[in-house]
């Protein structure tokens, strides 16, 4: 037997698919509270906004997550007008690719950087940009606030840093975008792997 979980409930039969519905209107509520504190968003909500983010989203989390962080780039009305109805995915896609745009300069690089190495230590990531130590970590501060970077793991007393696959793919996708030596970077990633490797 086998359990598969997906978005799209297009090519299963209806009697073996059980549709997992959005969250109940209260607790969707306290989910957007949290959403909003989490992402510092500065929205005012009342009930009927609660009840229109509910059922424009149908209560789900992901779309709803994805329709608040593009409060950011325009106000919760054209947020929802835009998005009603529309996939969560499609939605988070949009939106990671506003915030990517909006980053500072140093941000977008250690972005790209981060992306060449795939998992990658502070020190790494000096070495290669040659940032001052403040410098980085305010670069890492900024891509953590927008839950750019993945929560950092701990390896051999080392934090080690990753960025999400959805990210990696639209950085993939137009590297110029965030360094216009994307390719010095990458050439000095790999020198950085090698050092690694071999010691």
């Known amino acids: 037997r086998f359990l598969i979980t997906t978005r799209h409930k297009h090519g299963f039969s209806s009697d073996i698919l059980i549709e997992v519905p959005g969250l109940p209107e209260l607790e969707h509520a306290e989910y957007v509270d949290i959403l909003v504190k989490r992402h510092r968003l500065q929205i005012s909500l009342n ?14 989390p992901l779309l709803t997550e994805s329709v608040l962080r593009i409060t950011k780039f325009k106000s919760l009305t054209e947020a929802l007008a835009e998005w009603k109805g529309q996939s969560g995915v499609d939605a988070r896609e949009a939106v990671l690719k506003k915030e990517l745009d909006s980053l500072s300069p140093n941000a977008k690089r250690t972005l790209l950087t981060l992306f060449y190495f795939n998992t990658a230590s502070f020190s790494e990531l000096k070495n290669v940009l040659r940032f001052g130590g403040n410098k980085l970590e ?4 900024e891509l953590e606030s927008l839950f750019i970077v993945n929560e950092p793991k701990i390896i051999e007393s080392e934090k080690r840093f ?35 490797t071999s010691r």
Do not use: M
Request: proline residues 2%.
């Open 47 to 60: 009930k009927s906004l609660y009840k229109k983010i509910h059922r424009d989203t149908d209560g789900s």
């Open 138 to 141: 305010d670069a890492i501060e």
């Open 162 to 196: 990753s960025i999400s696959s959805t990210t990696s793919l639209i950085v993939s996708e137009r590297p110029q975008s965030f360094a216009l030596d994307f390719q010095k970077l990458k050439k000095l990633v790999k020198e950085q792997n090698g050092l690694s």
